[in-house]
């Protein structure tokens, strides 16, 4: 076992008779960037809690590299957190923030700062070791809080919904930043988030959380493109949703009976027939015949509205009683002469067909 690697053997947690996470079993492999996913009050930040020690499984045991840490307190594990709020000491400077837990352990002075430079080059930030946090952009303080955590030289490094404060166009840098420096670091990266971006941006795997089970562990192309249960395939990004009865099954392939048509998908769950089903297909993979006349599976539809997001043309339909969105690239002005009734399609290959279970959006 790589000395930065987690394990969570059997580890659930019960306050009182409310179970926050049942019995789990995960692996987080060393130096991956490893990011926890899911709505708010499915468990996920008390996962992280009881890796970092704060909170201790009511079952099960925790191990980091090797060894079994489940009784030891925060300041006895290899580890560091980062919390939401970030928690600077606002009346410290840049460097004597960095540098703080090198204090706690007596590190002389001179040294504490040496150090601090050194990790304020790695995060982008030299020159700023005198200044104080308040000086500093929301962003220049992040990226302090995560030069402190490293200070200490963490096995692994737990971050909690740390970009959540942040504004979109920050977060999106700050991605690519604190990507980097777990690429340069090498140091394993368990990431708590709720926010899906995120978590397909900068995750070598993801695991998705729904009350207080981990349904799906993945690299995050399996993720988005195979997903495992209904709740991650609508939580991860978006899916149009055709429920239905299996009415065949050949070559890995099922064949759906729908309230609008009949859909062929690949059979991930491996259904037989009169099985209930869901059939999912994301917006991007859903098309107009007229362009590609090929499409095995074709469903009459009537255009609602369009809503366009710079690049791309969201087109909002109606086919039946169920909606229908299309994503379209935004190129020359199709999308926007659409209007009336149209035949859309999608092929075979990019339709999944799922055991019925519950979506998020339930």
């Known amino acids: 076992m790589q000395g930065n690697e987690v394990a969570l053997q059997g580890v659930s947690m019960r306050f009182g008779d409310f179970v926050a996470v049942h ?8 130096g991956e960037f490893f990011s926890i996913l899911g709505p708010s009050g499915c468990g996920k930040t008390t996962i992280l809690r009881m890796i970092s020690g704060f909170l201790r499984p009511s079952t099960g045991r925790i191990r980091i590299g090797d060894g ?38 007596g590190v002389p002075k001179a040294e504490r700062r040496r150090r601090a430079e050194e990790l304020l080059e790695l995060v982008a930030l030299p020159g700023q070791a005198d200044k104080m946090p308040a000086a500093l952009s929301g962003g220049q303080r992040q990226r302090v809080a995560v030069a402190r955590a490293l200070a200490v030289e963490p096995a692994v490094l737990l971050l909690d919904e740390p970009l959540s404060a942040l504004d979109l166009k920050l977060r999106q840098h700050m991605r690519a930043e604190l990507k980097a420096i777990q690429r340069k670091t090498g140091i394993t990266f368990v990431y708590i988030t709720h926010d899906q971006g995120e978590a397909l941006t900068m995750s070598d795997r993801i695991a998705v959380m729904n009350q207080g089970r981990i349904e799906q562990v993945a690299a995050t ?9 209904p ?46 089903a869901m059939i999912f297909v994301r917006p991007e ?18 255009v609602e509205r369009r809503d366009l997001e710079g ?31 149209q035949r859309i399609g999608f092929a075979a290959e990019d339709a999944l067909v799922l055991r019925a279970g519950q979506l998020a959006s339930e």
């Open 23 to 30: 019995p789990t079993d995960l692996t987080i492999r060393g």
């Open 285 to 302: 993979r859903i098309a107009l015949v007229g362009d590609r006349p090929e499409i095995g599976n074709q469903l009459d539809a009537a």
């Open 221 to 229: 192309e399996e993720i988005y493109n195979r997903p495992a249960t």
């Open 231 to 276: 709740f991650v395939a609508t939580f991860v990004g978006e899916h149009n949703v055709f429920r239905g009865r299996v009415v065949g099954v050949e070559n890995g392939h099922a064949q759906v009976e729908t309230p609008v048509g009949r859909f062929l998908g690949i059979n991930k769950d491996g259904l037989a027939e009169h099985d209930e």
């Open 311 to 341: 690049p791309f043309v969201n087109v909002f339909m109606r086919a039946g009683d169920r909606s229908v969105v299309m994503h379209l690239t935004n190129v020359g002005d199709a999308a926007g002469r659409l209007d009336g009734a």
């Open 68 to 105: 079994d840490v489940t009784d030891l307190g925060p300041n006895r594990r290899p580890t560091a957190l980062i919390f939401q709020n970030l928690a600077l000491f606002p009346l410290m400077t840049v460097w004597e923030n960095v540098a703080f837990g090198l204090e706690a352990r």
